[in-house]
C-alpha cells in the first residue's frame, strides 16, 4: 500500500476559479491512483483512502440489478453539471436568456422561466432528505421521489450499501463513528443501520469542479461499469492528484475539496467492442441528456449522510396505503409516503386458503380477499418499519386524513397509540351498544372498549412495531388485523387526530359513525 503526502499546488483562489468547469488531465500532476493508496496533505490531514476490489463480483452484479435505472434526467446538480453550453445537444432546441456560467433561463410559449436550471445530466440522490424548499413549496424531510417510485429496488440492494459502509468503517473509523452516531440520532432517515441516509447515483456523468454540499462526514463512491472506455479519473486539482475509481473498488474521500472528473473516452476499438453490448437502456440521444448518447455505462455512487437530517427532521413519518386502483385518493395526502397495499382481489385463493387466516366458512370470497389484502399491506410494512428502524411514524389508510401534528406526549410515549379509528366496547356482543369508556384529553388507556378499524395508528419507536408484529406472527391462527390490534394496541389518543376523509363513506358491521372519535 503506497502512502502519500502533498503539497497544494493551487491556492484556494485559484481553485475557486475553476468551480463549474470540466477539468482535464493537464491538472494531474501525480501518476494516476489505481492501486491501494492513503493520501494525506503535507499537515497530515486524511484527503482520500483507496482500496482495489474491495466489492465482490456478487454485490456488484446486485447493485446493477436494483440501481442502475435510477439516475434519472435532472437539471438541479448545479457547479456539478457544467457551464451552459448553448450548441449541446439539449440546448440548441431551446431559446435561451439570462444565461451566466452554470445555470440559465429559457423561453416556452413565449414567456421566460421561472427557475434557473443546470445542463441536464443523469443523476438523481437517492434515500432520504431534510427539509427543502422546492418551486416555492415546503417540502418535509422524506424519501426522495425516484426512492418512493423505486422503494423495493432501493431496499432490495441494501447488502451493497451495508459492504460500502463496511469498509468505510475499516479505512476511517473515526469518521465512521462520527457518523454513524449522529445517523442513528435520526434512525428513520438512516439507510437500514449504516452511517449514510443518502446516496447520489450518476450515469456516465463527467462532474465539473465543485465540493459537495450539505453532507456530513466523508463521502464514499463507487462504480459499476458496462462496455469498455477510459478516463473519468477523480480529480483533486488543488493537489493534482486523481484516482482510477473502477467496478469493485472503493474511494473514502473529503468531499468538501474541490473535486470533478475527467472525460469518459472511448477508443475506435472500445466503440467497435460496445456495438456488441445488447441494449438495457431505453434514452433518446436526441433529447440531448449528457453523456446518454454512449453505447458503454459507467454508473457512480457517493454515499454520504445529510448534514441536516439531524437538525430539521423531527416530523413524524406518515406512511398512507393506497391501492394502485385508487391512486386518485392521494390528492387527499400531502408529505406522505405512499405504500402500494397488497390487493387481495389479485391473489390466488389457494395463497390465501393456506395461510393462517381463519374466517367463516360462509364468509363471500370478496370479504376475505380484502380481509387478507388489507392484513399482508399492515403486516408488510410493520416489517419495513422494524427492517429500517424507523421511529416516530403514522400508519394511515387512505381514507383517514394525514394533516395533523403528533404531540409532545405521544412522541415520549412507550407504546402504540389509536390517533383515530371506530370506538366499541370490548365484548363483541356489545359491538352495537354505545360505548361506556369515559375519555380525557390526550392519551387514554383502554379498560372497556377497543378500537377496530386500523385507519390511522401512530408507533413512537421502531421496537414497539416489532413487538406487535412478533404478537402477529406468533398467533396460531390469525384473524383480521384489526381484530388482532385490539388485542394488543390498549391505547387511544382523544380527541382524534386522524379523522375520515370527507366523501369517503363506509361502514363497519353496519354501523354508521356517528360521533367523530368513533369513526373516521
Not at 491512483?33 to 494525506?40: E, F, L, Q
Not at 451566466?100 to 432520504?128: D, F, L
Not at 405512499?338 to 390466488?348: D, M, W, Y
Not at 366496547?425 to 372498549?449: F, P, Q, V, W, Y
Amino acid at each position: 500500500m503506497k502512502t502519500l503526502n502533498l503539497p497544494k499546488l493551487l491556492t484556494d483562489d485559484e481553485v475557486d476559479k475553476l468551480k463549474g468547469h470540466f477539468i482535464n488531465e493537464s491538472h494531474i500532476k501525480y501518476n494516476i491512483v489505481d492501486t491501494d493508496t492513503d493520501c494525506y496533505t503535507e499537515e497530515g490531514k486524511l484527503l482520500f483512502k483507496f482500496r482495489k476490489n474491495v466489492l465482490s463480483q456478487e454485490l456488484c452484479d446486485l447493485a446493477w440489478k436494483n440501481y442502475k435505472d435510477l439516475a434519472k434526467a435532472s437539471r438541479g446538480r448545479g457547479a456539478s453539471a457544467g457551464q451552459i453550453d448553448p450548441n449541446s445537444t439539449y440546448w440548441k432546441k431551446r431559446t435561451l436568456t439570462k444565461t451566466s456560467g452554470i445555470s440559465t433561463k429559457y423561453i416556452v410559449n413565449g414567456k421566460e422561466t421561472k427557475m434557473r436550471v443546470n445542463n441536464q445530466v443523469a443523476s438523481q440522490p437517492i434515500g432520504y432528505f431534510e427539509k427543502t424548499k422546492s418551486l416555492g413549496v415546503d417540502l418535509p424531510c422524506r424519501l426522495t421521489h425516484y426512492t418512493k417510485q423505486n422503494l423495493e429496488q432501493f431496499e432490495n440492494g441494501f447488502d451493497y450499501i451495508n459492504a460500502v459502509d463496511k469498509s468505510y468503517h475499516v479505512l476511517n473509523p473515526e469518521k465512521h463513528k462520527l457518523q454513524l452516531d449522529r445517523a442513528q440520532s435520526r434512525s428513520e432517515f438512516q439507510i437500514q443501520n449504516t452511517a449514510f441516509s443518502t446516496f447520489t447515483i450518476n450515469r456516465n456523468f463527467q462532474t465539473a469542479i465543485h465540493k459537495d454540499a450539505g453532507d456530513f462526514g466523508f463521502g464514499n463512491l463507487t462504480v459499476l461499469e458496462r462496455g469498455r472506455y477510459r478516463g473519468g479519473y477523480f480529480v483533486l486539482p488543488q493537489y493534482g492528484i486523481a484516482i482510477d475509481l473502477r467496478q469493485g473498488d472503493h474511494l473514502c474521500v473529503d468531499v468538501h475539496e474541490y473535486h470533478g472528473n475527467t472525460k469518459l473516452i472511448e477508443s475506435e476499438s472500445d466503440y467497435e467492442y460496445n456495438l456488441s453490448l445488447d441494449k438495457v437502456f431505453k434514452d433518446n440521444p436526441k433529447v440531448g441528456t449528457e453523456g446518454l448518447d454512449r453505447l458503454f455505462t459507467r454508473i457512480s455512487f457517493v454515499f454520504y449522510l445529510r448534514e441536516n437530517i439531524a437538525i430539521k427532521c423531527n416530523a413524524p413519518t406518515k406512511f398512507v396505503i393506497n391501492l394502485d386502483t385508487h391512486k386518485k385518493k392521494m390528492t387527499y395526502h400531502k408529505n406522505v409516503i405512499r405504500i402500494p397495499a397488497t390487493n387481495g382481489q389479485e391473489l390466488s385463493l389457494d395463497e390465501i386458503k393456506n395461510s393462517k387466516l381463519y374466517v367463516r366458512h360462509n364468509t363471500k370470497e370478496a370479504k376475505v380477499r380484502g380481509m387478507y389484502g388489507c392484513l399482508m399491506s399492515h403486516i408488510k410494512l410493520l416489517q419495513h418499519i422494524v427492517d429500517n428502524k424507523i421511529n416516530n411514524v403514522c400508519i394511515l389508510e387512505d381514507d383517514s386524513t394525514s394533516d395533523f401534528v403528533i404531540p409532545d406526549d405521544l412522541i415520549q410515549s412507550h407504546h402504540i397509540s389509536y390517533i383515530g379509528g371506530w370506538l366499541v366496547n370490548k365484548k363483541m356482543k356489545d359491538i352495537k351498544l354505545a360505548h361506556t369508556e369515559e375519555l380525557k384529553d390526550g392519551i387514554n388507556k383502554l379498560t372497556n372498549s377497543r378500537v377496530l378499524t386500523t385507519r390511522a395508528y401512530y408507533i413512537p419507536q421502531w421496537k414497539y412495531a416489532e413487538d406487535l408484529l412478533n404478537y402477529i406472527n406468533n398467533k396460531k391462527v390469525w384473524k383480521a388485523i384489526d381484530i388482532m390490534m385490539s388485542e394488543y394496541v390498549k391505547h387511544l389518543y382523544y380527541p382524534a387526530l386522524s379523522k375520515q376523509i370527507l366523501g369517503f363513506e363506509s361502514s363497519i358491521g353496519n354501523v354508521k359513525p356517528t360521533k367523530e372519535y368513533e369513526f373516521y
